[in-house]
């Protein structure tokens, strides 16, 4: 007897085994990720020196040392020590920046969708004005004018892609106010802050996310930018791109100063690409 195949039934099987199956490299981006927050969050105490304290007589130690794990730079500071605390700082950056630039974006998208006319191509002008402008040259400026510090680098930071989440969020939004629940929403006498707040943000919020994940890495490579061109974070506070920069002076001596860090950049922003890449596919209704 003949056995009979059903292609659609085939289909729909490796349909559901794609979707129950995790892909390996998205969870080795997920570990990676959770180690990285782990340690930012656990860093004043598995940290085992100050970043400050020097060690004259292990100066330039080789990676490896058994006192100093990845090795020491021409003070005798701890590698290890300066990228743990480097990693709580940029991560810290990051994630501050790209709330504030999610947040920012959101709203502004919302009030373009909401008032439209003339509130819409303020808004609109403003997200081309931000798309157009090389958005290093505007932080190098404002650095360079009001000096640095870690509060103004968050806010300065929250700047970048916020016109992303502007016109995710207006098309969204207004394609949303179009559909039946929004508007017996309104209908029955709900605010637009609670129609917007209430129904319209959860249904695009994972488009938002995934928009987010994408935006978190380019904003550590940026920061990292910033720092190895010396206005970023200032010492005695270190990030990852400060210990590139500072490093590359060491790169022919003692290059694990600079490649250690470079390697967590990397690495970090490869994670968080392959998981946002991955969401967005999970996600996106259109792709399944």
């Known amino acids: ?68 794990f990845l090795g020491t730079d021409e003070l005798g500071r701890d590698v290890l020590s300066r990228l743990i605390d480097s990693i709580r700082i940029s991560l810290l950056i990051a994630f501050g920046a790209t709330l504030i630039s999610a947040f920012v974006g959101t709203l502004l998208g919302f009030l373009a969708a909401h008032f439209r006319g003339i509130v819409e191509h303020i808004v609109l002008m403003l997200a081309d004005f931000q798309a157009a402008m090389p958005f290093l040259i505007m932080a190098l400026s404002v650095l360079a004018f009001f000096g640095s510090s870690l509060p103004l680098l968050i806010c300065l930071m929250g700047f970048y892609g916020w016109e992303r989440y502007t016109r995710i969020a207006r098309g969204l939004a207004i394609s949303a106010s179009k559909q039946g629940y929004a508007a017996a929403v309104t209908q029955l006498g709900a605010r637009p802050t609670r129609v917007y707040i209430g129904h319209i943000l959860p249904n695009i919020a994972s488009t938002l996310i995934v928009s987010m994940t994408l935006t978190f890495p380019e904003v550590i490579l940026v920061e990292s930018s910033l720092s190895f061109l010396g206005l970023g974070v200032q010492p005695p506070m270190t990030s990852l791109g400060n210990m590139v920069g500072y490093g590359r002076e060491y790169i022919t001596r003692a290059p694990w100063i600079m490649l250690t860090p470079s390697a967590v950049i990397m690495l970090t922003t490869l994670s968080i690409s392959m998981v946002g890449d991955w969401l967005r596919d999970k996600l996106d209704p259109t792709l399944s």
């Open 1 to 68: 007897m003949a056995n009979i195949s059903l292609p659609g039934l085939a289909t729909g099987e490796r349909k559901k085994r794609k979707r129950r199956g995790l892909p390996i490299v998205v969870a080795i981006g997920l570990i990676w990720i959770a180690a990285m927050v782990l340690i930012a969050l656990t860093a004043d105490w598995i940290r085992p020196f100050n970043i400050t304290a020097f060690d004259l007589k292990n100066r330039l130690a080789l990676p490896g040392n058994p006192t100093h």
